[in-house]
């Protein structure tokens, strides 16, 4: 089993890998399905798109609507400049037309052509999308359904009807030299060769690449997510969506810089730090600023603060220890992904702040020089005090409770790196039967808790 760090670290825009970025990458993969039918696209009068399950409850407070839109007007994710998104989405508006060079001329209204379904969601996932292509006499030309499955990762109907936990589309089998899709089978796999977790994973990266390449990419995504830090810090006002959510990170940071300079400093300053830096990301995250999916955009402040607190505060960091971090990190949360979910939409938040707790706690164990059976203890802990986390944006935003959310997961992931590097390795519950327990509480967790804002704090807050 291979999953690319570069598939689980993906540059794109907030405020979410499932409900924005999926949906962008799923309209792309729609227009592909149709240049490769062309015929049918001269009789089109209409495109529709339905938004099922948690792509329409949440949907507005996640700009799927507006994803959906972006994507038609030729956005992508990873290229997008974010102070582009409205003008793009004006000039939609009013010209009321969707014009798609060589494929559609069609009218197109976005409220009315972007549909968000309330009832019961597809089959196969909590983050469907059904694309209709319709005639002059009303007709249907075409119909297409795509899952949005978490962490900007999109499937077809037809490609997720095919197996349940086996790889498909991005996540194919790859012929690499050492294919885990455990983590019993990683820590095997590494005793044999003589391997740390972060060797075998740059192995496998550099199968189709070169290994300059390859570490040229992973210090490319770190750039990112640190860039991400920097402008969270300095950013201040009011995040959008009508919950009035003042940023917080800037004058948390500027009262940690002011603290500094004078003495005596609480011992747990430190945690401060790393909640700043999870703050500051997931701040430009609900924004729709330019984040990294790790392995969520709701997630996506937890690595970027901890590998951030390993640089600054940690003796003996450096650019090595970096990749090491994040190639280990992604290591482990391909298992996750593989064998459970990273969705908050299946699972709930255990999916996803969970899951990217797990991925720091691992990767700066593996930063600190920690064995890999150290490292695979590290995630255990850190997932194993996340499970049954549910997912309850209020009025469907990612901004209460996800972005203290993120902050206290990276809190978890140092110190259950810490835990593990003060024991041996030897530990009572193995991380894979950690991450099927996980699997098995998100398949039992009431619906109205996982990324439909029907339950938790979503119903329980007066204001809302």
């Known amino acids: 089993m291979f999953i690319s760090v570069f598939d689980i670290f993906k540059i794109g825009i907030g405020p979410s890998s499932s409900h924005t970025v999926g949906p962008m990458v799923a309209v792309h993969r729609y227009l592909d399905r149709l240049r ?20 329409a409850f949440t949907g507005k407070g996640h700009a ?37 060079e060589g494929l559609l001329d069609v009218p197109f209204v976005p409220e009315k052509d ?96 070169a290994r300059d390449e390859v570490e040229a990419g992973i210090d490319k995504v770190w750039s990112a997510m640190d860039s991400c830090i920097n402008r969270g810090i300095t950013q201040s006002g009011i995040l959008p969506g009508g919950l ?58 937890v690595i970027p603060a901890v590998t951030r607190y390993y640089l600054d505060h940690c003796p003996g960091a450096d650019t090595n220890g970096i990749r090491t971090f994040l190639l280990t990190a992604a290591a482990i949360g391909g298992i996750i992904k593989a064998n ?33 059976e150290q490292i695979e203890n590290a995630a255990e802990i850190a997932l194993e005090h996340h499970l049954g986390m549910t997912c309850d944006p209020i009025a469907g935003l990612v901004q209460v409770p996800c972005i203290e959310r993120n902050a206290l997961g990276a809190v978890k992931a140092v110190t259950a790196a810490s835990l593990a590097l ?13 991450i099927e327990t996980m699997r098995q509480t998100g398949m039992d967790m009431m619906e109205q808790y996982k990324e439909t804002s029907q339950g938790g704090l979503a119903v329980n807050i007066v204001e809302c």
């Open 64 to 100: 799927t609507d507006k994803a959906v839109c972006l994507g038609l007007l030729g956005a992508t994710p990873d290229t997008l400049d974010p102070d582009q998104v409205e003008p793009m989405l004006e000039a939609l508006e009013t010209k009321r037309r969707l014009q798609v």
């Open 422 to 434: 003060r024991g041996d390795g030897t530990h009572f519950v193995p991380l894979d039967g950690c």
């Open 114 to 209: 972007v549909i968000f379904d309330y009832g019961p969601a597809l089959p196969l996932h909590a983050n469907g999308m059904t694309f209709h292509l319709i005639s002059q006499d009303g007709s249907l030309l075409d119909s297409f359904v795509y899952y949005s499955i978490g962490g900007g990762f999109v499937v077809s109907e037809q490609e997720l009807l095919k197996t349940t936990n086996e790889p498909v589309n991005e996540l194919a089998v790859q012929n690499v030299p050492f294919p885990f899709a455990s983590a019993k089978q990683m820590l095997e796999m590494g005793q044999e060769a003589g391997l740390t977790i972060a060797d075998m994973k740059l192995r496998n990266e550099s199968a189709d690449k």
């Open 340 to 372: 459970a979910s990273i969705s908050g939409a299946e699972v709930g938040c255990q999916g996803e702040v969970g899951s990217a707790s797990a991925m720091a706690a691992a990767g700066l164990c593996a930063a600190l020089g920690g064995t890999n």
């Open 36 to 55: 490769a039918n062309p015929g049918i696209c001269g009789q089109a009068a209409r495109l529709t798109v339905t938004l099922h399950g948690s792509l």
């Open 244 to 301: 009035n959510v003042k940023r917080r990170a800037s004058d948390i940071y500027q009262k940690l810089i002011k603290e500094g300079r004078s003495n005596p400093l609480f011992e747990h300053n430190v945690l401060d730090w790393l909640g700043v830096y999870a703050m500051a990301v997931n701040e430009e995250n609900a924004a729709g600023g330019r984040v990294v999916t790790a392995p969520t955009n709701g997630a996506a402040g």
